[in-house]
Nanobody
Framework: QVQLVESGGGLVQAGGSVRLSCAAS????????MAWFRQAPGKEREFVAT????????YYAASVKGRFTISRDNGKNTVFLQMNSLKPEDTAVYYC????????????????WGQGTQVTVSS
C-alpha cells in the first residue's frame, strides 16, 4: 500500500505559477511511476504528466507541455508539478497517482491516488 498526500494548490491569477507537491508513504521501496491528473467540474479526470521511477523520463499532455514540469525527489518520496503560465482552463482538482504506467496513461492504470488539491486560476 502507498499513501499519497498532495499540497500546494490555491488561487492564482492567469499567467502566474504554482508548485504542487505529492508526498508518498508506505511501500515506497517498490518504486512506482508517478503521474499527475486533473479534474475540472463536470469533466472526466484528465491526464497531465508522468515521470518514470528514476525520474529520468517525463511525458506531458499536449495542453500543458512547455508550461508544466513534473519532477521527483526519491530520497524524500516526493513528486512535484511546477505549473507556469497558468490559464483559467487549468482550473481543476489536481491528483497525484502511483502505478506502473508511463507515457500517456488512463486513470485506470494507476493503483494509488491522493485526495487532490484545488488549483483555481482567475482571469
Amino acid at each position: 500500500q502507498v499513501q499519497l498526500v498532495e499540497s500546494g494548490g490555491g488561487l492564482v491569477q492567469a499567467g502566474g505559477s504554482v508548485r504542487l507537491s505529492c508526498a508518498a508513504s508506505g511501500r515506497t521501496d517498490i518504486g512506482y511511476n508517478m503521474a499527475w491528473f486533473r479534474q475540472a467540474p463536470g469533466k472526466e479526470r484528465e491526464f497531465v504528466a508522468t515521470i518514470s521511477r528514476s525520474g529520468g523520463n517525463t511525458y506531458y499532455a499536449a495542453s500543458v507541455k512547455g508550461r508544466f514540469t513534473i519532477s521527483r525527489d526519491n530520497g524524500k518520496n516526493t513528486v512535484f508539478l511546477q505549473m507556469n503560465s497558468l490559464k483559467p482552463e487549468d482550473t481543476a482538482v489536481y491528483y497525484c497517482a502511483a502505478g506502473s504506467c508511463y507515457g500517456y496513461c488512463n486513470p485506470s492504470s494507476f493503483d494509488y491516488w491522493g485526495q487532490g488539491t484545488q488549483v483555481t486560476v482567475s482571469s
